[in-house]
Nanobody, 124 residues
Framework: QVQVVESGGGSVQAGGSLRLSCVASGYAASNYCMGWFRRAPGKEREGVATIDRYGAATYAESVKGRFTISKENAENTLYLQMNSLKPEDAAMYYC??????????????????WGQGTQVTVSS
């Protein structure tokens, strides 16, 4: 079964850290573009960070310098290390794969495999 499953969300205070994980199964997701997206209540889903097959990462301006995307190809696992969290980072975070496409972009519409999401709550 082809799927991605996120974990690692939770509740933290502002300034805290969380590490999200996304395990892909049934598919060599790490060969293609993978990314993290988020949706806050009342807002559109937005790109947070992406990483291509070679490990080149791209970040949204709002998270640059605070978040780090990485992957472990052998484990087919994607990570998002989130430091210095702010209340505005609170959202449902989703892992996504751009199957059969090597290049990355930040548009959620170009990703065709999604996880169920993991909730991140940041209190001030």
């Amino acid at each position: 079964q082809v799927q991605v499953v996120e974990s690692g969300g939770g509740s933290v205070q502002a300034g805290g850290s969380l590490r999200l994980s996304c395990v892909a199964s049934g598919y060599a997701a790490s060969n293609y573009c993978m990314g993290w997206f988020r949706r806050a209540p009342g807002k559109e889903r937005e790109g947070v960070a992406t990483i291509d097959r070679y490990g080149a990462a791209t970040y949204a301006e709002s998270v640059k310098g605070r978040f780090t995307i990485s992957k472990e190809n052998a484990e087919n696992t994607l990570y998002l290390q989130m430091n210095s969290l702010k209340p505005e980072d609170a959202a449902m975070y989703y892992c996504a794969v751009r199957r059969y496409v090597f290049t990355c972009d930040m548009s959620p519409g170009s990703y065709n495999l999604w996880g169920q999401g993991t909730q991140v709550t940041v209190s001030s």
